[in-house]
């Protein structure tokens, strides 16, 4: 036992070099991340609507479970946030292997901008492109629509089309930023793996397969774990495009508690509804990184 | 050597501290109070050089030291909830939505009663205590409006009903606005009648239905007034108008500004709005090569002959909070503001020389600086505000004279035909007081859902009625009446 | 014989997929193309042929009032400001990031679990903004350029991805390195920078960016209008809503559209030097065999 704890000690004096480069890192954790946290214990108080503060218990979890707006807004994040992962996460990975396929390196270059420069929008910004875009009166899209002898659609109060606007919006403004840590990542493969496939026989195909997925494996895990531990707080995008008439399929976790929270003054209510956003995030997270250490032998952290 | 050093350490240290304590005792004669509003407030331009001119000329003028707290217009509620659970409440803030947020507001403590200031103040006090009676919470007052009260009616473009043989009286009934409106439809490029993506806004439709949509009292009684037959008349009403294209198809997506350009460039031909914008759509409409008169619809008589203006009462309040440790500065601060014209006018309108100049006609008017940063020059704030502003020290450009007399009358004529308004009854009932803004937000879901088609009118009123099984409505409603 | 068959199969199926694929990008492009060209040229047109219902393809008009009535509105300051705050901040962040990602990403670190748990634990459990801004308060950042740059400064999505790079990297590299008695910030800057150039500055890129359009935390930590970030008055400008006492000037499309291409200006020009870095990492890719 005294002998482990030497080692241990021993250890740390080896490594206190590395450990004090860690260690800006985690006194922010604690100032910024910590300490804040702390706040989540409110959940259990009235904060928010009376300035005499008082312990509640469990009274706000009670509310939540019986308020219908926390189902519907649960049964929004969960089905937003899994077409989100179907249809936005191979995007990256499947345009970053085809723009590397482009000989010239300055077509390569323009390319990744123009998919790129939407990211430099904040969200509003790409909210207000959409709408414009869509609208009905004088949106290109419902243009092209009439064109082809087509009824005009009103694509932002449509409970039907709001999702898929989403989805599609999200996937303008975020692609361009997956697939630059994916170009990144494969940039840097050793071309040798490459010529010794060839030497192989592999064809192209078979070089992207059996040469490039291997080697930004890790990196696929990881983004889709990072991918997984924000999706269900998604919040900037569909604050901006929703309106009344789309709240039944587009109202999320995280709008419904800065609604409830800071907007209508019941903050432990909106702490509550986050704090079980984080339950489902928890659970989510660490099953997928369960699964990732067993099929691709890869954690993530 | 080293001592020479400490000594004149030691004088440099002594003359600092008295310094400290001449500037600190010069502080406590001004007293200093923290005031938050948003910023399209001070001075109408959203410069930050400006609005700080603006800042200086009140402290001047009032001599109270102020600290500023100035957030953008769209997070002005989430900052003032913000500021007020953590620690940095400010002493004096304006409240937005009075009739919502002011009850609530008092209901939870954060600002205190205002009866006695406002009995001492002769300014106050000489303003109509009806003025006061719109929001009582507890038989007390806790607030001083921040303008006269305000309504809103339809306006519609002389020009455009000229054309299309549209013939309305400023109080047509409802039928005969849907008959006329429709003469429009055939022209593609006109939106007949635009709307923002403000559901508030329904209530003037409403009030023709005789509907007034939430809980108030009806005959003494708190009723829920939004799930009832008249109610979905109402809606159908509405519905009506936009599936038939009189209603801009668009307006969920509509700013208010967006609304207000849509008309006086023409693109529109009515829309909803404050009863002092007469001038402001005479002078924008004629900047913009689409000059026309402009004739209020102050209300649409409907089916049994209700109907009224949508009555605002009190858009924006001040309002003192609990912490606040002078109450004495801020009441003043409050009390000249809304009261005296010389400040008004400077909040209102600017610093001369700075916001506006004089041109070589002797009429002021705006400057560049100022109009870059959305300030526009119009009468339209000080015709609401309660002053008198009878010398107010630069020339009007004769053009937008021209239409006061005008205006001074619609606002005369629109007292004749005001709708409904109550305060939101805080304070009764902790039940109530949790959804009352979710509730708000579940009518206009329900109300926009049906207008836009994406629910019919029972199954959005079903979920209207689920929704309120789930707060316990029917024991909210025993609460209030208790 | 088969095997040059073999070979002519593959180059024709190759060229098919070449055309194939430059085709498909092309359309991909022009997906994106098309929004960011109506508002670019939107924002250049004149008033009248802004007005009324219409989505601008073809240029009509040049003028660029719109972006000169930007600059004289004394947004250039807030231009300035926000430059100063995004380039310190990323500084900042990267410090932080860099080393820390270098450290957990050692394999024997003591703790390793542990900081990597406590790290993941953050993501999970959100931080609700009043107690975030009440420990920012007290902490007494609030209301100073301090708010903007250290409570946000940290992004574990970040961390994580320059983590995950660096351990990816050949221990042997490091291993020698050590040998020969280099200390762990040499080894750092000597070996592991130079082979991470470009997740670096795709994750520079991303700290600017972040920096550069946050919103949020401006409005809840600057109480001071002349403190705050081009963002946040160019969206002011661009979505206000108003109340009953204002009447602001109206504001058109191509004012908004000129807004929004000033506001993403400085990241269009940062851009392409920050790319070359992207591509660079071939070469290096050999030194790590």
Request: charged share 20%; hydrophobic share 45%; with cysteine.
């Amino acid at each position: 036992m005294k002998n482990k704890k030497v080692r241990l000690i021993d250890r740390i004096n080896q490594q206190k070099f590395l450990l004090l480069l860690l260690l800006p890192a985690l006194l922010w954790y604690l100032l910024f991340r910590y300490i804040p946290m702390m706040g989540n214990f409110l959940a259990l108080t009235n904060f928010g609507s009376s300035i005499h503060i008082k312990f509640v218990g469990l009274k706000n979890f009670i509310r939540l479970f019986q308020s219908l707006d926390f189902y519907r807004a649960f049964n929004n994040t969960l089905i937003l946030s899994f077409a989100n992962i179907v249809f936005y996460f191979p995007l990256p990975i499947i345009l970053a292997i085809l723009m590397n396929e482009l000989y010239h390196v300055k077509m390569k270059r323009l390319v990744q901008f123009i998919v790129y420069i939407p990211y430099f929008f904040s969200w509003v910004v790409v909210g207000s492109i959409f709408i414009t875009m869509l609208s009905p009166t004088s949106g290109i899209i419902n243009k092209i629509i009439e064109f082809f002898g087509g009824k005009s659609i009103y694509f932002m109060v449509s409970t039907f089309w709001f999702r898929p606007i989403l989805i599609i919006s999200y996937i303008w403004r975020q692609v361009g930023y997956g697939t630059v840590i994916y170009i990144a990542t494969i940039s840097t493969i050793d071309p040798e793996l490459y010529d010794a496939a060839k030497v192989d026989g592999a064809n192209h195909f078979q070089r992207v397969l059996h040469v490039t997925l291997p080697c930004i494996k890790s990196t696929i895990a990881t983004m889709l774990l990072l991918n997984l531990s924000h999706v269900l707080l998604i919040f900037d995008q569909i604050i901006v495009m929703q309106n009344a008439a789309v709240y039944a399929v587009s109202d999320v976790l995280r709008t419904y508690s800065y609604r409830e929270g800071l907007e209508n003054m019941n903050i432990a209510y909106g702490i509550a509804v986050g704090l079980l956003t984080s339950l489902a995030t928890a659970i989510l997270v660490l099953s997928t990184n369960k699964a990732s250490k067993k099929f691709l032998d890869e954690s993530v952290f | 050597m080293r001592k020479k050093i400490f000594v004149f350490l030691l004088v440099a240290f002594i003359l600092m501290f008295a310094l400290l304590i001449v500037t600190s005792a010069r502080k406590a004669k001004t007293p200093t109070i923290s005031v938050c509003v948003s910023d399209s407030w001070w001075g109408s331009s959203r410069d930050p050089d400006l609005q700080a001119a603006v800042i200086r000329e009140m402290e001047k003028k009032i001599g109270i030291k102020i600290k500023a707290i100035i957030p953008p217009n769209s997070q002005y509620k989430q900052k003032v909830g913000l500021l007020l659970n953590s620690g940095d409440k400010p002493d004096v803030f304006r409240a937005f939505q009075a009739m919502n947020f002011v009850p609530s507001y008092a209901a939870q403590g954060h600002i205190i009663p205002l009866d006695d200031y406002i009995k001492k103040s002769p300014l106050a006090s000489a303003v109509d205590p009806k003025v006061y009676d719109y929001i009582k919470i507890g038989g007390k007052t806790y607030f001083i409006p921040f303008n006269k009260p305000t309504t809103k009616f339809l306006w519609l473009r002389k020009d455009k009903a000229d054309k299309f043989g549209v013939k309305l009286s400023s109080t047509p009934t409802t039928e005969e606005f849907y008959r006329e409106m429709k003469k429009m439809t055939s022209d593609k490029n006109t939106i007949p009648f635009c709307f923002p993506k403000f559901i508030d806004n329904f209530q003037f439709f409403y009030n023709s239905f005789g509907v007034y949509a939430n809980i108030y009292p009806k005959a003494g009684k708190y009723v829920d007034g939004f799930n009832t037959p008249e109610a979905k008349e109402a809606l159908l009403y509405i519905k009506k108008l936009y599936d038939e294209g009189i209603w801009d198809k668009v307006f969920i997506t509509n700013e208010n500004n967006k609304m207000r350009e849509n008309l006086f460039k023409g693109i529109a031909a009515c829309d909803i709005d404050y009863y002092n914008r007469y001038s402001y759509y005479i002078d924008n409409s004629s900047k913009a090569n689409a000059e026309t008169d402009f004739l209020p619809l102050y209300k649409l008589v409907g089916p049994r002959g209700e109907g009224g203006n949508l009555n605002e009462a009190i858009q924006d309040a001040w309002v003192i909070t609990n912490t606040c440790k002078n109450p004495d500065a801020a009441f003043k601060f409050i009390e000249q503001e809304t009261f005296n014209p010389q400040i008004r006018q400077v909040t209102a309108i600017g610093v001369k020389g700075l916001h506006y100049a004089p041109d070589d006609k002797g009429y002021a008017q705006p400057r560049d600086v100022a109009k870059a940063t959305g300030y526009s020059m119009n009468p339209q704030f000080l015709f609401a505000s309660f002053p008198d502003f009878s010398d107010k020290g630069f020339k009007w450009d004769p053009k937008i004279l021209k239409s006061l007399p005008r205006q001074i009358q619609i606002a005369k004529e629109t007292l004749n035909h005001v709708g409904p308004c109550y305060a939101a009854p805080a304070g009764r009932s902790d039940k109530y007081d949790q959804v009352v803004l979710s509730l708000k937000q579940k009518r206009e879901e329900t109300a926009s859902k049906i207008v836009l088609g994406s629910a019919s009118v029972e199954q959005a009123f079903s979920d209207y009625a689920n929704y309120w099984k789930s707060i316990d409505g029917d024991k909210i409603l025993v609460e209030l009446n208790r | 014989m088969k095997k040059i068959n073999n070979k002519i199969k593959n180059s024709f199926g190759r060229k098919v997929f070449v055309v194939f694929n430059g085709i498909l990008l092309f359309c991909i492009c022009l997906v994106f193309i098309v929004p960011l060209w109506n508002v670019l040229i939107t924002s250049v047109a004149k008033d009248q042929d802004v007005l009324g219902n219409v989505y601008l393809i073809v240029p009509k008009s040049f003028s660029l009032k719109q972006y000169s009535r930007i600059l004289q509105s004394g947004y250039f300051k807030s231009f300035v400001r926000s430059i100063i705050i995004a380039t310190i901040g990323t500084m900042f962040s990267m410090t932080i990031t860099l080393p820390a990602g270098y450290t957990l990403a050692q394999k024997n670190l003591v703790g390793r679990n542990l900081f990597m748990n406590l790290i993941i634990i953050t993501m999970i459990f959100d931080v609700g903004l009043v107690p975030f801004y009440v420990v920012v308060r007290m902490y007494g950042l609030i209301n100073t350029y301090f708010a903007l740059v250290i409570p946000v400064g940290l992004s574990t999505f970040n961390l994580i991805l320059i983590k995950n790079f660096i351990s990816s990297i050949p221990d042997s590299l490091i291993e020698s390195a050590r040998i020969d008695g280099a200390n762990e910030l040499i080894i750092l800057i000597k070996i592991i920078i130079p082979v991470s150039i470009p997740i670096i500055a795709a994750i520079t890129l991303f700290y600017f960016i972040q920096y550069w359009n946050r919103y949020i935390e401006v409005v809840m930590f600057i109480h001071d209008n002349t403190k705050t970030t081009l963002q946040v008055l160019l969206r002011t400008l661009m979505f206000e809503s108003e109340s009953a006492t204002t009447g602001a000037e109206s504001v058109y499309d191509n004012f908004k559209m000129a807004i929004m291409v000033m506001g993403m200006l400085p990241v269009l020009v940062l851009y392409p030097f920050i790319q070359r870095y992207f591509i660079s990492g071939i070469m290096l890719g050999s030194i790590k065999g």
